[in-house]
Each structure stands twice: as structure tokens, then as C-alpha cells.
């Protein structure tokens, strides 16, 4: 795994950001899904998040940009002090944060165009920057800009799409993206020209990333600061960039293990069958994040979903 980027290389120094979560805990169908996570993500950094299926990974994201169904039962999310958690998405997104789904919907009858175009405007920007923009992040991750014009993912590829999330992510210049395994469905040359365009914007404009991924393919461009371990919803294990590359070797045996399946004995709390801080601090040395199950404030309302279903969870849209 590559070295850590040399500190103050970047541009847009002078606009620090910190993403703080504490004490997150969701649930889902009436089942807690997240149990108490904590991280800290500033300007610049890179965190991976890793972990086997069903352990909360995608929960984590779309909590995060308040998509409707999931409830946060607990705890706090601030950007540069604002709390999110009370905002709709769409000011969440204007507030900074990026979501790149794990799977981009298709939205037909609304072209990428459009999306930017209105993205910019509700940031005050000017939507004429659109074409120039698109054409100049289109050709870093080898994107068809006739894509432009053509109603939002409809038809296209999983790579394709995962491109495509890249270049809005780049005219849109979030402070921070949540990248939910924007590896997958990527062949190699893309998945290198996408992991190096997020590298670029994290010193270019200052961009923290928490990186949803398996495979450390993606990290040897995209280099992580910090590689945690999410397993049944709390950070088990947090650790550098060696983590990641351990974890390819071993897998999450010892660390994690396959979510209960769905439907048996949810959410019952039982004694935890992880490896706790204890038992992993030979590797990473940096376990315990995974407390702050005290009692959060209040349960919050659902926010409206403004999109009147799933499709509203994507931000800058
Ligand atoms: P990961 O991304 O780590 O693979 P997810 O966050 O997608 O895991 O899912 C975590 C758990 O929450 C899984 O058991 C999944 O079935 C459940 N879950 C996620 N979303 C929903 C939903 N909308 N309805 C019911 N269960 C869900
Ligand atoms: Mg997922």
C-alpha cells in the first residue's frame, strides 16, 4: 500500500472542513442496524471503510444524506458544527456532502444536465459552467459527454454509472463524498482513472473521503489515512493504510463475520461474537472506536423524502 499524501499539499488549505459522526445508531424496518459509529473526517483525508456483507455499510451511507426509511435512533452528525441529521438532503448535499451509491438509479425524464445545472444554481454558481465543466471531469475518467443530454443513468452500464457519479462528484466539489464501493462494476483502466481523479480532488479542492470498498484495487490509488472495520454496525477495528492490505490477506476472519441472516433473531444484542479491541490490537493497535453506546437525543422524525421514494437519496441531484 502506497505512503500517506504529504501533508499541506493541498489546495484549498485555507477551507478546513471536519465531518464528525458520534455515537450513530439507526435502525431500519424496525431493526438497529447501526450501533454506535464514530468518525472523524477532515479535509483531505482519506478513510476506508471495509467490512463483510450486510454489516452496515450502505446503511451508514444513506443514513448520512437522510434517505427516508432509515431512522436515526441516536447520536450526532456535524459538518463544521451544523447538525445534519435535522436537514432534508437536498441541504445536506448544499451543505457540502456527496453521496456516489452503491447502485446509481436511473432517473428518466431528468438529464445529467439538468441535475448540475440546478445543483450549481442552488449553490450559487452559474449553471453556464455545466459543458465546460462536464467536458473537462468527463475526459479525466473516460466518460462519453454525449451522456450529457441523456436522461440520468438510464441504460447505462454499472461502469458507466460509476463514471458518471465521479464526474458530478467533480463539477459539484462537495466538501466531503461517501463513496459506496464506487469500484464495483468499473473495469481496470476505469477504476484507476476514477480512483485517481477523488486522489487528485483531495488535495485539489480540499475533498475528506469515506471510502466504502473490499478491495484494496481501488486504495493503491485512492489513499487511505485511516482503514476502519465496520461489522454489525459499529467500527470494530480502525487502523492506517496497512490495515487495508492485511485485510485483503486475511479477510475479516478474526475482526468481523458474516451478518446474521436476515430475519434470524434480529437485532437481538446478543453477546458479541467479534473480535473486540482486545483481541485486535496486535494488528492495528487503534481499536475502540466502536463505544458510545450511551443513550443519544431523541428520536428524530423521518425526513420528507422530497423525490417521494429511494431516488431522493442521491445528493447534488
Ligand atoms: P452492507 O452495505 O454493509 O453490505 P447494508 O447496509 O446494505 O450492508 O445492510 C445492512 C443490513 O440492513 C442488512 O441485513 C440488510 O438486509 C438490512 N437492510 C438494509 N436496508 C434495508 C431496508 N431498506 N429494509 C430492510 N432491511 C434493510
Ligand atoms: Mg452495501
Known amino acids: ?56 455499510k450502505s446503511t451508514l451511507s444513506h443514513v448520512l444524506l437522510g434517505r427516508p426509511g432509515y431512522r436515526v435512533t441516536g447520536g450526532r452528525v456535524t459538518l463544521d458544527g451544523v447538525d445534519l441529521l435535522d436537514l432534508p438532503t437536498w441541504q ?29 444554481r442552488a449553490g450559487g454558481r452559474d449553471p453556464a459552467e455545466v459543458p465546460a465543466l462536464v467536458g473537462a471531469e468527463a475526459a ?17 452500464s454499472g461502469g458507466e454509472r460509476k463514471r458518471n457519479e465521479t464526474v458530478q462528484l467533480g463539477v459539484l466539489r462537495p466538501r466531503f463524498a461517501v463513496l459506496d464501493e464506487i469500484d464495483s462494476g468499473l473495469d481496470v483502466d476505469a477504476l484507476r482513472a476514477v480512483a485517481r481523479r477523488i486522489e487528485a480532488a483531495t488535495t485539489e479542492m480540499g475533498l475528506g473521503v469515506l471510502a466504502i470498498t473490499h478491495y484494496t484495487r481501488l486504495l493503491s490509488e485512492l489513499r487511505p489515512d485511516h482503514t476502519h472495520v465496520l461489522s454489525r454496525g459499529r ?13 485483503e490477506l486475511t479477510g475479516y476472519a478474526g475482526w468481523a463475520e458474516e451478518e446474521e441472516v436476515v430475519g434470524a433473531q434480529a437485532g437481538a444484542g446478543g453477546p458479541s461474537r ?25 428520536v428524530r422524525p423521518e425526513i420528507d423524502d422530497p423525490f417521494g421514494g429511494p431516488a431522493g437519496a442521491g445528493p447534488g441531484r
Open 235 to 247: 467500527i470494530v477495528v480502525s487502523g492506517g493504510p496497512e490495515l487495508a492490505d492485511e485485510l
Open 1 to 56: 500500500m502506497s505512503q500517506p499524501r504529504p501533508a499541506d499539499q493541498g489546495a484549498e488549505s485555507d477551507r478546513r472542513s471536519e465531518l464528525i459522526i458520534e455515537g450513530l445508531h439507526a435502525e431500519v424496518a424496525g431493526r438497529e442496524i447501526l450501533r454506535g459509529i464514530d468518525l472523524r473526517i477532515r479535509s483531505g483525508e482519506v478513510h476506508a471503510v471495509m467490512g463483510p456483507n450486510g454489516s452496515g
Open 92 to 120: 445536506r448535499a448544499q451543505a457540502g456532502l456527496f453521496l456516489a451509491m452503491q447502485y446509481p438509479i436511473e432517473v428518466p425524464g431528468v438529464s445529467l444536465a439538468d441535475v448540475l445545472a440546478e445543483s450549481l
Open 274 to 298: 467479534l473480535a473486540g479491541p482486545a483481541g485486535s490490537a496486535g494488528l492495528a493497535g487503534s481499536a475502540g472506536l466502536a463505544g458510545s453506546a450511551g443513550a443519544g437525543p431523541p
Open 140 to 156: 479525466r475518467v473516460g466518460f462519453d459527454e454525449r451522456f450529457l443530454s441523456r436522461p440520468l443513468n438510464v441504460d447505462l
